[in-house]
């Protein structure tokens, strides 16, 4: 089970930062097809490269496995710039935010 989702994650992950399979891999300093072979299924990464992956995506390993949140980098991103913000502002996104669900 949690292989397949490993694999779909990264791909999902990747897709959403807009990179290439390859470009990642390099920049992980692995090989070429590194991240396409995890994402085949066909090799797994060591736990420090998994950490190094979770860093490369600006999430935490519990983002990683968060089924519920489809795009985590985008929304630690969110939660950053909402951090700089004053109480009423916050608020007001809020507001925004409950309206949009609607």
Same mark, same amino acid.
């Given at each position: 089970?949690?292989?397949?989702?490993?694999?779909?994650?990264?791909?999902?992950?990747?897709?959403?930062? =807009? *990179?290439?399979?390859? +470009?990642?891999?390099?920049?992980?300093?692995?090989?070429?097809?590194? #991240? /396409?072979?995890?994402?085949?299924?066909?090799?797994?990464?060591?736990?420090?490269?998994?950490?190094?992956?979770?860093?490369?995506? =600006? *999430?935490?390993?519990? +983002?990683?496995?968060?089924?519920?949140?489809?795009?985590?980098?985008? #929304? /630690?991103?969110?939660?950053?710039?909402?951090?700089?913000?004053?109480?009423?502002?916050?608020?007001?996104?809020?507001?925004?935010?409950?309206?949009?669900?609607?």
């Amino acid at each position: 089970m949690y292989e397949s989702y490993f694999s779909k994650r990264i791909s999902q992950l990747r897709t959403a930062k =807009g *990179i290439s399979a390859r +470009d990642m891999s390099l920049s992980l300093g692995q090989s070429e097809s590194y #991240i /396409n072979k995890i994402e085949n299924g066909k090799a797994f990464p060591s736990m420090q490269v998994f950490f190094y992956i979770c860093d490369y995506f =600006g *999430i935490t390993p519990k +983002d990683f496995f968060d089924e519920g949140t489809s795009n985590p980098t985008l #929304i /630690n991103a969110l939660v950053k710039d909402l951090n700089v913000l004053n109480e009423k502002q916050i608020i007001n996104i809020h507001e925004i935010i409950k309206g949009l669900k609607k």
